[in-house]
């Protein structure tokens, strides 16, 4: 079992920075790969960046690509979701989410691949 708590939601302005941490509980928390998923309202949960269970490998959605940067700390059973030059677009609830998984890759996958949730953390980036 893994639980997941999100955390470093706010508000900022437009060109602005936030790191978002998702902080796991779970002594198999290394053996998982983790996504940050995104959901604004009146629209479907996507899933905008994922990383493998060592670290080794980072995928991101195209829209958040060069902006947004996925990292973990198996040590510290957490991982960090760093976004710069933030756009109003970007406004959302996040959440972070954790499947087992063996493999050395990541890839983005949908929401009913992911077995573990947090409770999400809003994010709100003014113009």
């Known amino acids: 079992q893994v639980q997941l708590v999100e955390s470093g939601g706010g508000l900022v302005q437009a060109g602005g920075s936030l790191r978002l941490s998702c902080a796991a509980s779970?002594?198999?928390?290394?053996?998982?790969?983790v996504a940050w998923f995104r959901q604004a309202p009146g629209k479907e949960r996507d899933c905008v960046a994922a990383i493998s269970w060592s670290g080794g490998s980072t995928t991101y959605a195209d829209s958040v690509k060069g902006r947004f940067t996925i990292s973990r700390d198996n040590a510290k059973n957490t991982v960090y979701l760093q976004m710069n030059s933030l756009k109003p677009e970007d406004t959302a609830v996040y959440y972070c989410?954790?499947?087992?998984?063996?493999?050395?890759?990541?890839?983005?996958?949908?929401?009913?691949?992911?077995?573990?949730w947090g409770q999400g953390t809003q994010v709100t980036v003014s113009s």
């Open positions: 779970g002594r198999t928390f290394s053996s998982h790969a």
């Open positions: 989410a954790a499947r087992y998984s063996g493999s050395r890759l990541s890839y983005l996958g949908g929401p009913n691949e992911y077995d573990y």
